[in-house]
């Protein structure tokens, strides 16, 4: 919101009428940002940013010459008619013009390329840091606050680096060259611009107050008309309207939004008309009154009409840039603001990072034993553990499985295997090293994941399936997808492997989702699998041709399942029953029958509920 509003400020309003954003000073108030920490990041490139100072000193500068040679020409060249003198005189108008222009373009290339590296830098940084967080700041955080700040406030903070810091440079020089000069031709006339001034500002900046305010309204009614153009045109929010029937109220809410926007837009371009109206006035009546000056004997002093030309033609271009120097307080605190909450995302604590002395362990000769030593783990947030006390041996290629009632801990337990989480006490080891002192790019290796939910990228089938393992085959990529029973699907599609999913893998079915997702698991070829409810929301059909990928998947790997329906984990070599995070019971399946616990009672559920849905 704040880059949009600086956005409309700029150009709703003109730069000569902004005031500070209260949400600005409140950023800052709350994350304040040194400056040093803000031009540390220009380090690098201090040699450009010293030639563009140079360039934008050295063209405002050539460019007050224009106004000397006009009243060269005015009051020598042309009542002499020394043709000499006016050819020299336009020759240098000419030559300024060039220069300036020539000057210009290098000082754009220059800033526009320091910009650019430093907010490529930021981009990256910030990227790569967020990729680093736990699984808990994305639940807490929404994806769009994670979006604006990587792209919005990173891209708002390009016109800081090549507009502000520019402008004020090239503004500072230009208004204290051209009040040299005007002093110079005539300090009587150059204290009447001075005087007129201040009130004409006052006048401009009230009326863009009033157009600040308008653009507020507009921005949260095109914020309203976008949220309902993402909510009822995306696939989500077009199957939700027609199998609600909402299309219709969605339509006229859209309308009613829409309508309001009319009428704001309508009182901003009115409210924009003022200001320009009155910065015409302002630009036509100080001009006007230095004609009046001049004209009086008290106040002309002599003045010549090359002098007057002059003069003018620099009053005129001294308005401008002088308004906007007036407003660097405000680019500036709105530029720190966006600073401040990029920082804030770069200075997030990383909570499951690399150690810093790793174990080196080889992927190719880890034999998969797990052992979770009195494990214990509690949310941020959590009243009570979600784990508690869990002491478990998993042995190399065996297959463990865990069942429970909802929040009974299965998923936190099976996290805690791929490193999503760390326990809060007790630890998990891998052939008896603990997972902490691993680096987490050889854990991905070793332990695969097969999620309930299969998140597809919007690309091919096959670069969805090599995301996996970027340096894979056409041929292991088939071998994979034949293993996990989704071949012959694939095949079947219009370009085959080369078929694009669709906006989140709308083109396939959850069965075929969660195959591609088990063939993406067995591209990689991890050591260990965990399994977190892969087939609890498919159909008994589907599920079992899932369950033949998954078969397939677990062959010779060490196996954690969460289950849901127990007739997915009645042959594992061993069943866990989790029960408020503890332990309740562990055995087979007939162990556990036999002896009419937890179990017994859950597969009981399970027959009813399963003959009921007969």
Do not use: C
């Amino acid at each position: 919101m704040v880059v949009v509003d600086d956005i409309q400020m700029q150009g709703g309003g003109g730069r000569g009428g902004r005031t500070r954003d209260p949400a600005d000073r409140a950023q800052l108030e709350r994350s304040p940002v040194p400056l040093r920490r803000v031009t540390a990041l220009f380090r690098p490139y201090r040699a450009q940013v010293a030639t563009v100072v140079a360039l934008i000193v050295a063209s405002s500068t050539v460019a007050l010459a224009t106004p000397f040679l006009v009243r060269l020409v005015i009051d020598e060249a042309l009542p002499d008619q020394d043709v000499r003198l006016l050819a020299w005189a336009v020759a240098g108008m000419v030559s300024v013009t060039v220069l300036t222009a020539v000057l210009g373009v290098v000082q754009t290339w220059l800033s526009t390329t320091v910009g650019q590296r430093v907010m490529h830098g930021l981009r990256t940084a910030v990227f790569g840091h967020l990729q680093r967080q736990s699984l808990g700041f994305f639940t807490r955080t929404r994806g769009g606050e994670v979006q604006s700040r990587l792209m919005n406030d990173i891209g708002g903070m390009q016109s800081v680096v090549t507009s502000t810091a520019t402008s004020l440079a090239s503004n500072a020089t230009t208004v204290v060259g051209t009040v040299v000069a005007m002093v110079a031709l005539s300090w009587r006339l150059s204290l009447l611009s001075l005087v007129v001034l201040p009130p004409a500002i006052v006048l401009t900046r009230r009326v863009a107050r009033m157009r600040r305010a308008v653009t507020a309204q507009r921005q949260r009614s095109l914020a309203d008309l976008h949220g309902q153009v993402e909510e009822g045109l995306s696939v989500s929010g077009v199957l939700l309207g027609k199998t609600l029937g909402a299309g219709p109220a969605q339509s006229r809410r859209f309308a009613t939004t829409s309508e309001d926007l009319v009428a704001l837009e309508v009182r901003s371009q009115l409210a924009g008309r003022w200001r320009m109206a009155t910065m015409s006035i302002v630009f036509a009546g100080i001009p006007a009154l230095i004609y009046l000056f001049a004209g009086l004997p008290a106040t002309s002093g002599g003045m010549t009409i090359g002098t007057l030309v002059a003069f003018t033609t620099l009053q005129g271009a001294l308005f401008r840039p002088l308004m906007q120097l007036l407003d660097v307080g405000v680019s500036v605190t709105s530029s720190m603001a966006l600073f401040s909450r990029v920082f804030e995302y770069l200075d997030l604590p990383v909570e499951i990072d690399d150690p810093a002395r790793p174990v080196e362990l080889d992927p190719a000769v880890v034999r998969g034993e797990l052992r979770f030593e009195h494990v214990g783990f509690t949310y941020p947030d959590g009243a009570r553990p979600a784990l508690d006390d869990v002491d478990l041996t998993v042995p190399a290629g065996s297959t463990l499985a865990l069942v429970g009632e909802t929040g009974s801990g299965k998923s936190t337990l099976a996290s805690l295997v791929a490193r999503l989480a760390d326990p809060t006490s007790g630890r998990v080891t891998l052939d008896g090293v603990d997972l902490r002192d691993l680096r987490l790019a050889t854990l991905a290796e070793v332990v695969g994941v097969v999620a309930q939910e299969t998140y597809l990228l919007h690309t091919t089938v096959r670069e969805n399936l090599r995301h996996a393992k970027p340096e894979a085959t056409d041929a292991e990529i088939e071998t994979a997808a034949r293993r996990a029973q989704v071949h012959d699907v694939i095949a079947a599609l219009p370009a085959g492997y080369d078929t694009v999913v669709g906006a989140r893998g709308y083109r396939f079915s959850g069965g075929e989702k969660q195959r591609l997702a088990i063939a993406r698991t067995l591209l990689r070829d991890p050591r260990v699998l965990v399994l977190d409810e892969a087939t609890s929301a498919l159909d008994t059909r589907t599920e079992r041709a899932v369950q033949v990928a998954l078969d397939e998947a677990r062959r010779g790997r060490t196996t954690i399942t969460i289950a849901h329906r127990l007739s997915t984990v009645r042959d594992a070599d061993r069943i866990v029953v989790l029960d408020g995070g503890r332990v309740a019971e562990t055995g087979t399946h007939a162990e556990l029958v036999a002896r009419g616990g937890r179990y017994a009672d859950l597969v009981a559920v399970g027959e009813r509920e399963a003959v009921l849905a007969a």
